[in-house]
């Protein structure tokens, strides 16, 4: 399996180097994965999923901050994928070649991309719980993550996209697709599953965002009635648990393999959708 | 058909390309419903460099009309044009008189969609789209208009026939068309630009990255279309186009810059060029 590595003989230096470092990364994951389910395992449990949290979170579950932090999520993907899509089809497909405000666009991106969540969380405090008037809530938080997401979501679909190679881009014009068509009728189908892997580390990034939630979504465990609401992300949850609260540790384990578990199932079930899109689309061949 | 080849040989002489005198075009009489294309002094200019200077050629429907010459000579480019592709490419710009059926295409009025459905084109390395061999042929049907399912079917059948591939696919059509050989590739791509019933095929070396084989499989669908189809191919194997060609272009590139040095029927070419330079090339002397 490993080449190099033959019975009876050592293995090269170079093999042991080049295999060692995807063996160390993939140990540190084994160990993080270890010691949240070594602790947070017993944790678990149905009640513990949909109660509502005692004693700061010492006691009782993580229910209300389950529906915040899925909720927040939600508006924060129902408004960053559209537009992301549609910015990325203006970037690859209208201003492609050295345009000079395409240019622009994307150095801002890039920029945008780079600058710390906290930076995100002050500005959406500023412009969306104080100038629109959320106040702290569940919209504010949810359209501080689409802020804060957008950048790199533009970046990978535009990426997709512009992946496709040209051969079908062509084919498509000279077969009579108009653009709109080729980019509607080809080209986001090919490029579908890359956007969705995009689309998944937007997801990841923004359940696992802690300080632009801070000032935006609030620090509220109630279980929120409306998207005006204050709510509290399970990561907050997770931070006030770890470091607020003594004798929370266990709850915190617990909430981390949660958090971790939502991961993986969105992960997987993202996987699912590109698999059944594909096919619908009659999509095959991997590019 | 073929004394049509003798009355344009005089019009395509190296010295009057830049400046074509006007006597020599005025009233081609004799063949004035025989010209599907009639291109009048037609330049292509990429940015500043000139890929194509002054080219005046008429191309008649139902003819195989076989375009050779050296690489970088705007063989390709000039195809480009044939069904306004060209606006397609990025930094392309063309100037002078494309005619079809008298109809200039590069005016401001012309139909691109509705174009480039009655002129189909083939490209150099086949590009069916990574779909399904049936969502291949589907996809420009119902581009164009078409949702009758039954004529759908009907019409994917009838052109996998046309090219030959119907038994070799007939039980698969629901396999990725990339599965399929280069050379079967190929015939699909051409199934393709059939399944909407064009009046002319443009193709590209559209044998250039197939096998022996696979080539004289293409060739023979080519001879298969003549009198139904007008068909404009560009091939480096000078072989194929003594095979399948009833007129010959030869374009030659002289300090940078393509041109068309001489076109007729494909004999006199081969056999009797007029320029030295056609007379060299067809011999083999220079490439």
């Keep these: 399996m490993i080449s190099g590595l033959r019975p009876g003989r050592l293995p090269h230096p170079g093999t042991v180097l080049v295999w060692s470092v995807p063996l160390a990364i993939c140990a540190v994951f084994a160990w993080m994965l270890g010691d949240i389910l070594l602790h947070g395992l017993d944790h678990l449990s149905f009640s513990f999923l949909i ?4 004693k700061s979170g010492r006691a009782g579950g993580i229910g209300p901050i389950l529906v915040a932090t899925c909720l927040i999520v939600t508006i924060c993907l129902t ?21 000079r405000s395409g240019r622009a666009i994307r150095i801002s991106l890039d920029m945008l991309a780079g600058i710390p969540s906290i930076v995100f ?21 949810g359209l501080t993550l689409a802020c804060m997401v957008l950048p790199v979501l533009i970046r990978t679909t535009e990426q997709a996209i512009g992946d496709v190679p040209e051969a079908y881009r062509l084919g498509a014009v000279a077969l009579g697709f108009s653009k709109l068509r080729t980019i509607r009728r080809i080209l986001i189908p090919i490029a579908a599953p890359s956007i969705l892997v995009g689309a998944l580390l937007a997801v990841g990034r923004s359940f696992a965002e802690t300080a632009a939630l801070l000032f935006t979504s609030g620090y509220v465990d109630r279980m929120p009635s409306s998207l005006g609401d204050p709510g509290r992300a399970l990561s907050i949850h997770i931070l006030d648990l770890a470091m607020n609260i003594p ?16 991961l993986f199932f969105i992960n997987g079930a993202i996987q699912c959708i590109t698999l059944v899109w594909r096919r619908t689309a009659g999509l095959t061949a991997a590019i | 058909m073929h004394n049509l080849g003798v009355a344009s040989d005089r019009r ?52 195989i009309t076989a375009i050779i010459g050296p690489s970088g000579c705007g063989k390709s480019s000039f195809l480009y044009c044939l069904n306004r592709l060209s606006s397609d490419v990025q930094g392309c710009c063309v100037s002078g008189k494309v005619l079809l059926n008298s109809h200039d295409i590069f005016s401001p009025d012309t139909d691109q969609i509705a174009l ?13 789209f990574p779909l399904s061999i049936r969502r291949n042929l589907e996809l420009p049907l119902r581009e164009h208009g078409e949702r009758d399912r039954t004529r759908i079917e009907g019409m994917i059948e009838a052109t996998l026939r046309a090219v030959g591939l119907w038994r070799e696919v007939k039980d698969r059509l629901n396999a990725p068309a990339l599965q399929l050989s280069g050379g079967q590739q190929q015939r699909l791509c051409i199934a393709r630009a059939l399944v909407l019933e064009p009046e002319a095929l443009i193709m590209d070396e559209p044998c250039s990255a197939l096998d022996p084989m696979a080539t004289s499989v293409i060739e023979e669908l080519i001879r298969s279309f003549k009198d139904t189809l007008s068909v404009v191919v560009v091939t480096h194997n000078l072989r194929q186009a003594k095979r399948i060609g009833d007129r010959v272009a030869f374009f030659w590139c002289e300090g940078n810059q393509g041109k068309l040095l001489e076109v007729g029927a494909c004999d006199q070419i081969f056999n009797a060029p007029k320029h030295e330079l056609t007379r060299l090339y067809v011999m083999g002397g220079i490439a």
């Design chain 1, 79 to 99: 408004v960053s994928l559209p537009i992301s899509l549609g910015a990325a089809v203006l970037l690859s497909e209208f201003l492609r070649h050295a345009d």
């Design chain 1, 247 to 262: 004798g929370g540790d266990a709850a915190a384990y617990g909430s981390a393999l949660v958090l971790i578990g939502l």
């Design chain 1, 51 to 54: 109660e509502e949290p005692r």
């Design chain 2, 12 to 63: 395509v002489d190296s010295g009057d390309l830049g400046n074509p005198a006007p006597s020599d075009r005025a009233a081609p009489a004799r063949r004035q419903n025989d010209a599907l294309w009639q291109i009048d002094d037609l330049s292509i200019r990429y940015g500043r460099k000139v890929a194509l200077a002054g080219v005046s050629i008429e191309i008649e429907r139902g003819d």
């Design chain 1, 121 to 141: 969380g002050i500005v959406g405090n500023a412009v969306f719980c104080r100038f629109f008037g959320f106040g702290y809530s569940i919209m504010a938080g």
């Design chain 2, 116 to 128: 480039r459905k009655r002129i189909g084109f083939i490209f150099q390395k086949p590009n069916p």
